[in-house]
């Protein structure tokens, strides 16, 4: 099968440059590389693999859109402008589709581990089933193979007769484009996405503490909002408890006030939830590659980072998971 990777920027970056040059070396006989930026870009590689069209400052899901027009492939797979695949990332995801219910697959986005603490940090607790719940398996090497129904589009291919056949990813959202899109494959066509943990991408993430936060509230938001627009899968529970304990820290905390039973039950629940975040963030680190060579400062400065990480993506989740459930609409951005 033919593959067209396609990526969709703002410009040309470092990031950017260690995507393309890692995708030139793939294990993978037959693909291309799409870059999409905003603007015309000099020529900044002679590869007859890679071609740059540029579309003006529009959303990732509008760029993959036309990123598909341009696509000689088969199979279009998308990668994150600051994410890098895995020699072997096409062929293992491609082997799926020798199953032609299998519209689309996923890999996993793991942290690269040159990386620097804050962005490692990062990772262990998007990997952590206390963050993640059931979807922690996106951020890690770990997991069998299994059929899923939503999916982030950092590592994510599809068949471009599929793609064609919904219209492209038709949403202007950002963050979010993803979950119509796999919604739309598995409800609307009945066809499966398959999750592929020997389908690996590195992932470079948002740096501890405000970066990783500015990008966890965006995807609350949506997902908030996404609860009525898109129940199918985004009304669970799971979703929901973070807004649920955030209620209960400031709520409980003013009832804890004024009765002391109430008090008791309050901070004996905070105290078992702080037991749970210094478990699974001593296990997350446990996990996470090359540990051992920390120095106790290092090692000590991801442990804290990770708590407080955490605590605080719970925090913040909560708060903009209620802010787009409340919310009467966000903008959808649909020119270009």
């Not at 950017?16 to 890692?22: S, T």
């Not at 020529?43 to 990732?60: A, E």
């Not at 039973?261 to 590659?289: K, N, T």
């Amino acid at each position: 099968m033919i593959v067209s990777i396609i990526i969709a920027v703002k410009t040309w970056q470092g990031n950017l440059e260690e995507c393309v040059n890692k995708c030139l070396a793939l294990d993978y006989k037959d693909y291309e590389i799409i870059v999409l930026p905003d603007e015309s870009l000099d020529k900044k590689t002679v590869n007859p693999r890679v071609r740059f069209f540029s579309t003006g400052p529009v959303s990732p899901a509008i760029k993959r859109d036309k990123g598909m027009e341009f696509a000689q492939g088969e199979i279009l797979a998308f990668i994150d402008d600051d994410a890098f695949p895995e020699k072997d990332w096409l062929k293992e995801a491609v082997k799926n589709f020798s199953d032609p219910n299998v519209a689309a697959v996923g890999g996993p986005a793991v942290t690269p581990v040159n990386d620097g603490l804050r962005e490692k940090a990062s990772g262990i607790i998007f990997s952590s089933l206390l963050v993640s719940g059931a979807c922690f398996y996106r951020y890690t090497r770990y997991g069998k193979r299994l059929e899923i129904d939503d999916y982030p589009s950092c590592n994510f291919l599809v068949r471009k007769e599929v793609m064609r056949k919904l219209g492209g990813f038709k949403t202007g959202f950002w963050p979010g484009e993803d979950t119509v899109f796999c919604l739309e494959i598995t409800k609307k066509l009945k066809l499966k996405i398959i999750y592929e943990p020997r389908a690996l991408v590195y992932h470079h993430r948002r740096e501890v503490f405000l970066p990783h936060l500015r990008q966890l509230a965006n995807y609350a938001l949506h997902r908030g909002y996404f609860v009525k627009r898109f129940p199918e899968t985004s009304r669970r529970i799971a979703y929901f408890v973070p807004g649920f304990f955030l209620i209960w820290v400031a709520v409980g905390f003013l009832f804890s006030v004024f009765s002391v039973s109430f008090a008791f039950v309050y901070w004996g629940v905070l105290s078992f939830y702080a037991s749970l975040v210094v478990i699974f963030s001593y296990a997350g680190m446990l996990r996470e590659q090359g540990i051992s060579g920390y120095d106790f400062r290092q090692w000590s400065s991801l442990f804290f980072m990770v708590c407080g990480g955490i605590v605080a993506s719970h925090l913040t989740y909560g708060f903009y998971f209620l802010k787009g459930l409340f919310s009467a609409n966000l903008a959808e951005d649909r020119q270009g």
